[in-house]
């Protein structure tokens, strides 16, 4: 594999825990996000990181230095060109997602591999894009769910769209292992395995709150201490983003033709309340002493 430089773009949570893993394990990584604002809090919470590694003596100072210096911040996608394989965790849009491949296709070499992050949307939709715009690209493109937090999660599902070719496959296979992360493949259905199995059960969490089985915090220690979750699926779910889960949820529904997995209405007032999880301070549970 001929891969040294890794471009990311979106310097979100997921996007900027996949820059990080990168560069502690020795690749250059190009990090872009259009918002600069988001591209200064991705560089702060990546020196926040790194210095936290070294303090707790899990990496020597050295090593937290060099990969700092192996990322670049830009908020230009044309930056991306100088990648050999780009890994795009952008907002969960579907159009979103096929502007920035319809773009990458045009700026990047033919042999550069075009990963995306996304937790339900369809990987050959997204490769449809890239044949529009140069024929045969579609076997380039292909699925890399990593989960939250990035640093920490050994998994990355790996998803081969209706026309990913074999090399691209094995590439990304072997690339997620360089990372230090467990690849395991799963077909391009709604939700892959990762996300068709873990929303219905959050969703059915909600369910349960809704109707009065527990209130929250009881709800996620019975699961907590019954079934060994390292966080509840409510507390989860304001981890995931009540927005994020919902849509996961209608992508379930639309694409299963199957109403059962409808998301829950108390989910959907919290989202429509703005009451997101984690990012916007309140969702299930209430942050704002936390942060
Ligand atoms: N980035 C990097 N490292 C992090 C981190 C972050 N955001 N959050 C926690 N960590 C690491 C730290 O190394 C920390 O150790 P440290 O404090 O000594 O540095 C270690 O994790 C433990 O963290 P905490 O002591 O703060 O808390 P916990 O022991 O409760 O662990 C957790 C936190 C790892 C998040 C754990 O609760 C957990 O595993 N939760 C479940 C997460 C999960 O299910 N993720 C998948 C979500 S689904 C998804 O992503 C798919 C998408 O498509 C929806």
Same mark, same amino acid.
């Given at each position: ?18 820059? &990080?893993?990168?560069? #502690? ?88 591999? &075009? ?8 990987? /050959? ?46 590439? /990304?296979?072997?690339?997620?292992? &360089? ?45 907590? #201490? ?9 507390? #989860? ?18 694409? #299963? ?35």
């Amino acid at each position: 594999m001929n891969v040294k430089t890794v471009g990311v773009v979106g310097a979100g949570q997921m996007g900027g825990g996949i820059a &990080l893993v990168a560069a #502690l394990n020795k690749f250059n990584v190009i990090v872009c996000d259009k918002s600069v604002e988001q591209q200064h809090k991705c560089e702060a919470d990546h020196k926040k990181r790194l210095a936290r590694e070294v303090e707790k003596q899990r990496i020597p100072a050295a090593d937290a230095e060099a990969a700092s210096k192996r990322i670049r911040y830009v908020h230009v996608m044309d930056f991306i060109k100088d990648s050999d394989f780009v890994v795009e965790a952008a907002v969960e849009n579907l159009q979103v997602k096929k502007d920035i491949f319809a773009s990458l296709v045009k700026m990047v070499r033919e042999d550069v591999i &075009l990963a995306t992050n996304t937790s339900s949307i369809s990987i /050959t939709e997204i490769a449809a894009a890239t044949e529009l715009v140069r024929k045969g690209s579609a076997a380039r493109v292909i699925g890399m769910h990593f989960f939250n937090p990035v640093p920490v999660m050994k998994l990355v599902e790996v998803i081969k769209g209706l026309q990913t070719a074999e090399g691209t496959t094995a590439t /990304t296979l072997e690339l997620a292992k &360089l990372l230090g992360k467990t690849p395991i493949p799963a077909n391009d259905r709604p939700g892959f395995v990762s996300n068709r199995v873990l929303m219905p059960l959050i969703n059915e969490a909600f369910y349960a709150w809704m109707e009065g089985v527990a209130e929250p915090a009881h709800l996620d220690e019975i699961m907590k #201490l019954g079934c060994n979750f390292p966080m509840g699926p409510l507390r #989860l779910a304001d981890f995931i983003g009540l927005d994020t889960c919902e849509h996961i949820m209608n992508v379930l529904a639309d694409g #299963l033709n199957n109403d059962r997995y409808r998301a829950c209405p108390l989910l959907k007032q919290l989202v429509a309340a703005g009451r997101l999880g984690d990012k916007s301070g309140r969702g299930v549970f209430d942050y704002s002493q936390t942060k």
